[in-house]
């Protein structure tokens, strides 16, 4: 069996580098069915949705552990090679291929043959190749048809060593999903799929000369397994309307891991997308014998009734939770003074630290304000937690080193303080906006008046209802999630686990303990997108 080409030293340096960065920038980072990656020496093409630019990437290379897998050879567009930037230098040094795409070259035919050579080269050597078949990054909740690339790439791989009884080549397909891939603390679903294996012997339909009707269905078989994990919506409608669906079937507070929340939430937005009234009659000036039933036309309500509801929480600024678990006012009072207080607390202890963060938080406010000038929402969103990551990597370390310039005669102690300072007020601070959101919620309780607070609670419990009669009768989903989701697994990743930390009741140094996966590092809950445009 091939061994797989030596890592570079580069690639090991980008891999340390950026895992430590993505976990500033995400709060939590969840990799599921890491057992399933083929190790090194077995060929392997690796592919994913591509939602977040050169993050996608990274996260990629970062999730792989590297007992399991050395190295991930990627491919990048062509446009994005030999410029005088630190993404350029990045890209070439970690040993990714370039691929010209013919949107970046007028529409012209292009001629990728030698590119495509150098990946089977590279696949015969045992390594694992990155392709990402959607073709290009993009702001939208849908994932686009994939393109044939992979397809074909495997039947040439297959067709080039079809007198070799021993070879085989895996597709390892990857679904991520992002809660806000743009936001600074937000939350990572990494989930790799079960990997599809062929052989000369064992599939002899794909090698040349091979039927067109092949390559597709393998690639339609590969876009089945991305979308299968992943919250693959016609709008962003759609993903705010079951997010909220989720939140009333699995009230604040449960104890569900990142990738239940995440299938909970698809099931939904699958429920909705089977019954939109838009999209079926789309289909229907085409097919006659689609028809609108019942359960459709009751589906498109809910979904719409659901919006108006977040429409209304959004209006006062109050959360779900305290509608469908109401507080008198002395509770409310209580809770308000202790969330004040423990928010002054930490917001005080953060100060020095917030110091050394200050250049950080400005240099990558500047950087993203002037890109997003450059280009709509659907062109441009898609790179924002890319800009993020580099010019906040460039200026922390340029923080990093002043520290140390300035404090020469004990730079050694200085080298290791400054980022646990830095690290510890990243957490406290994390802490004190939740408590700061956590106050003005209440006190916007307050100034919501009991007849409205009263309707607002009623149209909840139909809102539930409802909701638990499509989960359970239709969905098939628990009935008791709370109760279910503690005995399926409450210690998971993004909850406190070790033994240091489950001994603080409210912080922990590792990691912030959320009781809400939709939450990201601000003063309000962000429930909203963009425009698609």
């Given at each position: 069996m091939p061994k797989g080409s030596t890592t570079p030293w580069s690639y090991i340096l980008v891999r340390l580098l950026f895992k430590f960065v993505l976990k500033i920038f995400y709060g939590t980072i969840v990799v599921e069915n890491a057992e399933l990656i083929p190790k090194t020496g077995q060929p392997c093409i690796v592919c994913a949705n591509h939602p977040n630019s050169l993050t996608d990437a990274l996260l990629l290379v970062t999730s792989m552990p590297s007992r399991t897998r050395n190295m991930l050879?990627?491919?990048?567009?062509?446009?994005?090679?030999?410029?005088?930037t630190f993404t350029s230098w990045l890209i070439e040094s970690a040993g990714t291929v370039p691929i010209k795409r013919r949107k970046d070259h007028n529409n012209n035919d292009v001629d990728n043959s030698q590119v495509m050579n150098?990946?089977?080269?590279?696949?015969?050597?045992?390594?694992?190749?990155?392709?990402?078949?959607?073709?290009?990054?993009?702001?939208?909740?849908?994932?686009?048809?994939?393109?044939?690339?992979?397809?074909?790439?495997?039947?040439?791989?297959?067709?080039?060593?079809?007198?070799?009884?021993?070879?085989?080549?895996?597709?390892?397909?990857c679904s991520i999903t992002y809660m806000h891939r743009q936001h600074f603390r937000?939350?990572?679903?990494?989930?790799?799929?079960?990997?599809?294996?062929?052989?000369?012997?064992?599939?002899?339909?794909?090698?040349?000369?091979?039927?067109?009707?092949?390559?597709?269905a393998l690639?339609?078989?590969?876009?089945?397994?991305?979308?299968?994990?992943?919250?693959?919506?016609?709008?962003?409608?759609?993903?705010?309307?079951?997010?909220?669906?989720?939140?009333?079937?699995?009230?604040?507070?449960?104890?569900?891991?990142?990738?239940?929340?995440?299938?909970?939430?698809?099931?939904?937005?699958?429920?909705?997308?089977?019954?939109?009234?838009?999209?079926?009659?789309?289909?229907?000036?085409?097919?006659?014998?689609?028809?609108?039933?019942k359960e459709d036309i009751e589906l498109n309500?809910?979904?719409?009734?659901?919006?108006?509801?977040?429409?209304?929480?959004?209006?006062?600024?109050?959360?779900?939770?305290?509608?469908?678990?109401?507080?008198?006012?002395?509770?409310?009072?209580?809770?308000?003074?202790?969330?004040?207080?423990?928010f002054i607390c930490l917001f005080t202890i953060s100060l020095p630290g917030l110091v050394l963060w200050t250049p950080v938080f400005i240099t990558t406010f500047i950087a993203v304000r002037n890109f997003k000038r450059t280009g709509p929402v659907w062109d441009t969103f898609d790179e924002i937690a890319q800009y993020k990551l580099v010019y906040g990597l460039f200026?922390?370390?340029?923080?990093?080193?002043?520290?140390?310039?300035?404090?020469?005669?004990?730079?050694?102690?200085?080298?290791?303080?400054v980022p646990a300072m830095m690290w510890m007020t990243l957490r406290w601070t994390e802490d004190a906006v939740s408590a700061f959101r956590a106050f003005m919620a209440l006190a916007r309780l307050l100034c919501v008046g009991k007849e409205t607070l009263k309707e607002i609670r009623m149209t909840r419990q139909d809102l539930h209802s409802r909701l638990m009669n499509l989960a359970v009768g239709t969905l098939g989903l628990p009935d008791d999630p709370e109760k279910f989701f503690v005995e399926r697994g409450g210690k998971q990743k993004g909850r406190v686990r070790s033994t240091w930390d489950s001994g603080a009741k409210y912080f922990s140094v590792r990691r912030r303990r959320k009781r809400d996966w939709n939450e990201t590092l601000r003063l309000y809950d962000q429930v909203d997108y963009p425009e698609e445009g």
């Open positions: 050879r990627l491919t990048a567009k062509s446009t994005q090679f030999g410029q005088r150098k990946l089977m080269d590279a696949l015969e050597l045992g390594d694992a190749v990155c392709l990402f078949p959607e073709g290009a990054s993009r702001y939208h909740p849908t994932i686009a048809p994939l393109k044939t690339g992979v397809a074909r790439l495997v039947s040439d791989v297959l067709s080039r060593n079809r007198d070799d009884p021993d070879f085989s080549i895996s597709i390892l397909t937000s939350d990572v679903l990494v989930t790799f799929n079960t990997p599809m294996m062929f052989t000369p012997k064992d599939n002899p339909e794909l090698l040349a000369p091979v039927q067109h009707e092949e390559i597709k690639t339609a078989r590969m876009q089945q397994q991305i979308s299968s994990r992943a919250i693959d919506s016609p709008s962003w409608e759609f993903v705010r309307s079951a997010k909220m669906a989720t939140r009333i079937y699995a009230p604040l507070g449960t104890r569900m891991s990142l990738g239940d929340y995440v299938r909970i939430t698809r099931t939904f937005v699958e429920a909705f997308k089977a019954s939109d009234d838009t999209q079926k009659s789309k289909r229907g000036a085409e097919d006659q014998s689609i028809e609108f039933t309500q809910l979904r719409r009734d659901l919006k108006t509801y977040q429409d209304r929480l959004v209006h006062w600024g109050i959360k779900d939770d305290r509608i469908a678990r109401p507080l008198s006012l002395r509770t409310i009072t209580m809770r308000m003074v202790i969330r004040l207080t423990w200026s922390g370390l340029s923080v990093w080193a002043a520290c140390i310039l300035f404090t020469l005669p004990s730079a050694a102690i200085t080298t290791v303080l």
